[in-house]
T-cell receptor, first 111, second 114 residues
Framework: LAKTTQPISMDSYEGQEVNITCSHNNIATNDYITWYQQFPSQGPRFIIQGYKTKVTNEVASLFIPADRKSSTLSLPRVSLSDTAVYYCLVGGDNQGGKLIFGQGTELSVKP | DSGVTQTPKHLITATGQRVTLRCSPRSGDLSVYWYQQSLDQGLQFLIQYYNGEERAKGNILERFSAQQFPDLHSELNLSSLELGDSALYFC?????????????FGEGSWLTVV
């Protein structure tokens, strides 16, 4: 099982770009990398997923280097409502598996 | 709305009691996951079912058990409850042919043991 390591917390200001990096040194060949956002007392919500290179959607970008041992979630122009915990998740297969969330990164966006 | 339904939303019970939490996955999803999240703590993986069969197990206590029924809904049974079992319990589901870690969470069941 690929273990993930992220910074415990990050601070930012409104309007800034935030980059959160996740380390997953023992990622397997078939593993996808998925990022989730969690607000207090709510279930985590899917943000973005990638396998390699760069993926972009309407809320974020995900950068994955060629060796895939890390990934970076990029949130452009954050707002106060982006204050949340962000988790990267690696692993799983088409029947599920043991999906272990790490500690996550608590992002605090200040005015 | 993720499409995953959990009941009850809130539950208060006494130590030593037994409770059952229920989860209805998104339509078509075969996989159900259960997670526990205590106050200010991370998501602890408990157990996963795929199409009625237990597929993966985490640090689930022996006092806890789960099952997935033929209609794919799942129940998490918590017995001999202790104060430390107070937590938010999440169910998540995932579908066929997906990458394996795109799962959709319900709103959770708040359990308070007094």
């Amino acid at each position: 099982l690929a273990k993930t390591t992220q910074p415990i917390s990050m601070d930012s200001y409104e309007g800034q770009e935030v980059n959160i990096t996740c380390s997953h040194n023992n990622i397997a060949t078939n593993d996808y990398i998925t990022w989730y956002q969690q607000f207090p007392s709510q279930g985590p919500r899917f943000i973005i997923q990638g396998y390699k290179t760069k993926v972009t959607n309407e809320v974020a970008s995900l950068f994955i280097p060629a060796d895939r041992k890390s990934s970076t979630l990029s949130l452009p122009r954050v707002s106060l409502s982006d204050t949340a915990v962000y988790y990267c998740l690696v692993g799983g297969d088409n029947q599920g598996g043991k999906l272990i969330f790490g500690q996550g990164t608590e992002l605090s966006v200040k005015p | 709305d993720s499409g995953v339904t959990q009941t009850p939303k809130h539950l208060i019970t006494a130590t030593g009691q037994r409770v059952t939490l229920r989860c209805s996955p998104r339509s078509g999803d075969l996989s159900v996951y259960w997670y526990q999240q205590s106050l200010d703590q991370g998501l602890q993986f408990l157990i996963q079912y795929y199409n009625g069969e237990e597929r993966a197990k985490g640090n689930i206590l022996e006092r806890f058990s789960a099952q997935q029924f033929p209609d794919l809904h799942s129940e998490l049974n918590l017995s001999s409850l202790e104060l430390g079992d107070s937590a938010l319990y999440f169910c998540a589901s995932g579908g066929l042919g997906w990458s394996g870690n795109t799962i959709y969470f319900g709103e959770g069941s708040w359990l308070t043991v007094v």
